[in-house]
């Protein structure tokens, strides 16, 4: 698979390419359903399978501090791309020049002159451009003019429930990880480098690998039982805190914490996937360093029942 960094770096493809756009945030299971549609597309024509992506996010953008919280950085979500027969993901920066960019122009100059787009597959509420005057419509005229296709994305359901990145937020933010998973397609986990913190946690006999979330808001908060992966092939149990530790600093850094049981090596700099299997609390602030080791050992006692629990 190839990252395209900007339309700069763009060059355009000589037989052209199926293109879907979106933020594709989460990569869950009705975004891999479109992938699937584009790929059987892609495979019939003989060409190229493309992505676009923004970066940041839209929403982000305009609503700068009160944007949604993400469910995946950049990163996860190349790393998630990877495993899909995707050949290509354009990451384009929404900047305000982009937000200005004429509904037309952008399919003539983009889509048409640098894509070369012989089938797009796109939500019919789709809206981009200046005003947010172009969709579907559009496109669709555009592409009988310009000899393209046209393919809505159609509702991907799961049980019932209509697949969206909204609501698996909802899910995470209510501590419904089994909806969350069932609505992802997989367990809901946050990639990171094990960074060094100010190793308080081993200070109460609960040291901890520390993961910067590196996002303004997220939509997991509290404490979990989780597992780690990214070293030597182990899955390894354990619990995470996700929040600000309100009982030492109350930082507005969103930190990520895991105790790891049985396991006392130095990891510092490896890049891991920690995966949240259950919700054990919220997060808490407590009066003293004393109350906080006490309820840490009730929460690793609940957090291996759990584990317990599904190996039985």
């Known amino acids: 698979m190839q990252i395209i960094r900007g339309l700069a770096h763009l060059e355009p493809f000589k ?6 756009i979106g933020n594709f945030d989460g990569v869950h299971s009705g975004h891999r359903a479109v992938i699937k549609k584009l790929v059987a597309r892609g495979v019939a024509l003989g060409i190229p399978v493309v992505i676009m992506i923004f970066e940041p996010q839209p929403l982000e953008y305009f609503l700068k501090d009160n944007e949604p919280p993400r469910l995946m950085r950049l990163r996860e979500k190349v790393i998630q791309f990877t495993t ?33 787009i ?16 172009g969709n579907f419509a559009l496109l669709k005229e555009k592409g009988r003019l310009h000899g393209f296709t046209v393919e809505d994305t159609g509702s991907y359901q799961s049980s019932g429930l209509r697949v969206s990145s909204t609501l698996i937020r909802d899910a995470l933010g209510a501590g419904n990880l089994r909806l969350a998973e069932q609505l992802l397609g997989r367990c809901y986990s946050v990639c ?8 308080r946690g081993r200070t109460i006999g609960f040291p901890t690998a520390n993961i910067m979330m590196l996002r303004k808001n997220t ?30 600093d109350g930082s507005p850094k969103v930190i990520l914490e ?18 949240f299997k259950q919700k054990i609390r919220d997060e808490m602030r407590f009066q ?6 006490a309820q840490i050992t009730k929460d690793v006692i609940d957090a291996k029942a759990f584990f317990s629990g599904m190996s039985d």
């Not at 597992?227 to 929040?243: F, H, L, P, R, S």
């Not at 003293?288 to 080791?293: D, I, P, T």
């Open 84 to 116: 899909l027969p995707v050949d290509n993901v354009l990451i384009v920066r929404f900047n305000r020049q982009f937000a200005n960019y004429d509904a037309k122009q952008f399919i003539d100059d983009i889509l048409i002159k640098k894509l070369n």
């Open 118 to 133: 012989k089938h797009l597959v796109i939500g019919d509420d789709f809206h981009f451009g200046k005003a947010r005057l």
């Open 15 to 20: 037989n052209g390419c199926v293109l879907t």
């Open 219 to 248: 939509p997991i908060k509290g404490v979990f039982a989780v597992t780690m992966t990214g070293i030597d092939d182990m899955e390894i149990e354990g619990i995470a805190n996700v929040g600000t530790r309100p009982t030492f």
């Open 288 to 293: 003293s360093a004393e109350n906080l080791k």
């Open 192 to 199: 990171g480098r094990v960074a060094h913190g100010d190793k």
């Open 258 to 275: 895991t105790h790891l049981f049985g396991f006392n090596r130095e990891i510092y700099g490896r890049y891991v996937e920690v995966h």
